[in-house]
């Protein structure tokens, strides 16, 4: 069976690039457009893992993490922060939020694969 990831991210391209690395390499994928539409597409799902944005509306990467984390079901699954931002400061926040790792845009393809690898096989 296919691992599943979910992508979330507010930019339409990011979310195909992302998609199509990952589809790619024979995983399925799940996107969705920002933490709110992530949150409504995990229930019930069984993701393997979330590839998500930082700053996006309605619920950030930050925010969507700690949704995700408060939820028994979704307790220890990887989540990747993948932005531009690369502070010090926000790294720490997600880290404190419950990310796993953390990937800066722009990213290559084969460093994504190399991630989610490492991460959940």
Request: charged residues 25%.
């Amino acid at each position: 069976m296919a691992k599943c990831i979910l992508t979330v991210d507010d930019s339409a391209s990011i979310r195909q690039m992302v998609g199509f690395t990952l589809k790619a390499a024979g995983y399925e994928v799940i996107e969705a457009v920002d933490g709110v539409d992530a949150l409504a597409k995990l229930n019930g799902s069984k993701v393997g893992m979330i590839i998500t944005d930082l700053n996006m509306p309605n619920m950030n990467g930050i925010e969507l993490t700690r949704a995700v984390r408060a939820e028994a079901a979704h307790k220890f699954v990887p989540i990747v922060l993948l932005t531009t931002e690369s502070q010090d400061g926000k790294k720490q926040e997600g880290r404190a939020a419950g990310a796993t790792g953390w990937i800066v845009k722009p990213f290559k393809p084969e460093q994504l694969l190399a991630v989610v690898k490492k991460l959940i096989g």
